[in-house]
T-cell receptor
Framework: EPEVTQTPSHQVTQMGQEVILRCVPISNHLYFYWYRQILGQKVEFLVSFYNNEISEKSEIFDDQFSVERPDGSNFTLKIRSTKLEDSAMYFC?????????????FGPGTRLTVL | AQSVTQLDSHVSVSEGTPVLLRCNYSSSYSPSLFWYVQHPNKGLQLLLKYTSAATLVKGINGFEAEFKKSETSFHLTKPSAHMSDAAEYFCVVSLGGSNYKLTFGKGTLLTVNP
């Protein structure tokens, strides 16, 4: 069964460093998303991406964040200058176009630890 | 605005007994509703989805959920708990239309005792 994959599974970085989290969505899906879950808190929407542009973003998704689909298979989340409060589990998701667009399939997550 | 309230942060049941995880939602539109499960150190797995076709929705692993518009509820049930059901369960709402953002509840941790 096709699945969303994410790398790395765990990333440790120093405050102020740039990190790139990588995702490979399900191959025929056209909508891509990032969510995050700070320890002990809700899963929160960050951004959605369709047709090579951001379709919606939350207030969390400020200028420090960017997303990119650099090729036909990868979808990345970049944090330019990490802060301690960026420590969280980051989930990538994808969905297909059509009736089931709102059915999102999630990857296993990347745990980001900012020291 | 849409929101989801999961009424219990922790539910503990014995193996073989029924499971009830409660969820209430708030949405200005006809929402799509989902239950996702997260096993320890794993990603979010879709259990089931409601989209107005039928009020009783069957999902994987014997779970089902009933949409009750009058009560704005979407409770998750299973007749007989299994040890492998121990996990965190999230009730999720989507506005649908052209807005595909998912709004998550805080989650309910299900513990299954032998």
């Amino acid at each position: 069964e096709p699945e969303v994959t994410q790398t790395p599974s765990h990333q440790v970085t120093q405050m102020g460093q740039e990190v790139i989290l990588r995702c490979v969505p399900i191959s025929n899906h056209l909508y891509f998303y990032w969510y995050r879950q700070i320890l002990g808190q809700k899963v929160e929407f960050l951004v959605s991406f369709y047709n090579n542009e951001i379709s919606e973003k939350s207030e969390i998704f400020d200028d420090q964040f960017s997303v990119e689909r650099p090729d036909g298979s990868n979808f990345t989340l970049k944090i330019r200058s990490t802060k301690l409060e960026d420590s969280a589990m980051y989930f990538c998701a994808s969905s297909e176009e059509g009736f089931s667009t709102d059915t999102q399939y999630f990857g296993p997550g990347t745990r980001l630890t900012v020291l | 605005a849409q929101s989801v309230t999961q009424l219990d942060s922790h539910v503990s049941v014995s193996e073989g007994t029924p499971v009830l995880l409660r969820c209430n939602y708030s949405s200005s539109y006809s929402p799509s509703l989902f239950w996702y499960v997260q096993h320890p150190n794993k990603g979010l797995q879709l259990l089931l989805k409601y989209t107005s076709a039928a009020t009783l929705v069957k999902g994987i692993n014997g779970f089902e959920a009933e949409f009750k518009k009058s009560e704005t509820s979407f409770h998750l049930t299973k007749p007989s708990a299994h040890m492998s059901d121990a996990a965190e369960y999230f009730c999720v709402v989507s506005l649908g239309g052209s807005n595909y953002k998912l709004t998550f509840g805080k989650g309910t941790l299900l513990t299954v005792n032998p």
